[in-house]
Structure formats: C-alpha cells, structure tokens
C-alpha cells in the first residue's frame, strides 16, 4: 500500500486559497484541497507578533507525489515563507486512499 499524507498551507484570501487548491488537483499532485477559513493566525514575522486572517489548504496526496506538490505550493504561492507541512495518514478507508493513489498517479 503506497504512503498518504495531507499537506497542509496557508494563505491570506479565500480566493487565493481557491487558486492554490485548484491548481494543485489540476496539476495532478493532489487528489483533493478542502479549505477552511477565515482562520486567525498569530505568529513572529520579522520580529514583531503579527495577527493576521489567513485561509488554510488541506491536500490529500501520496507520499510520491509530495516533492511535485512542495514544488507547486512553493511556485504557486506568494508568501516569502509558505507554511508547508505533511502530515502521514496511518489509518484511512482503502476506497478512499485507493482513489487518492489513482486521482495522484503519474501518467
């Protein structure tokens, strides 16, 4: 059984969250992006304590396919510093992750 992750970034409009989760599925490096939001978000960034709205993206894809969607995120995004975090999915319905496996394969 190939290895799923969901992987996760941020960004500070809905729209913008549309694009990058769109791209991502188009591209075929994730088989799906859910976005939740307006999320608030509070973080050090150049020294100072910053509060800000922001719109998460959740991928799911597979662990072969994790470089080809960084690279995507980071191409696509327009943070200096995207947040890019995998998460291993160690439990998971077969059908759904066998559909994860098939929407990601490369070909």
Do not use: F, N
């Amino acid at each position: 059984m190939a290895a799923y992750l969901t992987v996760l970034t941020t960004t500070d409009t809905a729209e913008k969250a549309r694009a990058l989760a769109a791209s991502a599925v188009e591209a075929g490096v994730a088989a799906c992006a859910q976005i939740d939001g307006p999320i608030t978000s509070v973080y050090r960034w150049e020294g100072a304590v910053r509060t800000d709205d922001e719109w998460r993206v959740l991928y799911k894809t597979t662990a072969d396919r994790y470089p080809e969607l960084e690279a995507h995120i980071r191409q696509a995004h327009d943070y200096d510093t995207p947040e890019i975090i995998a998460t291993p999915v160690t439990h998971g319905s077969p059908a759904y992750l066998a559909w994860v496996g098939e929407e990601t394969a490369r070909g």
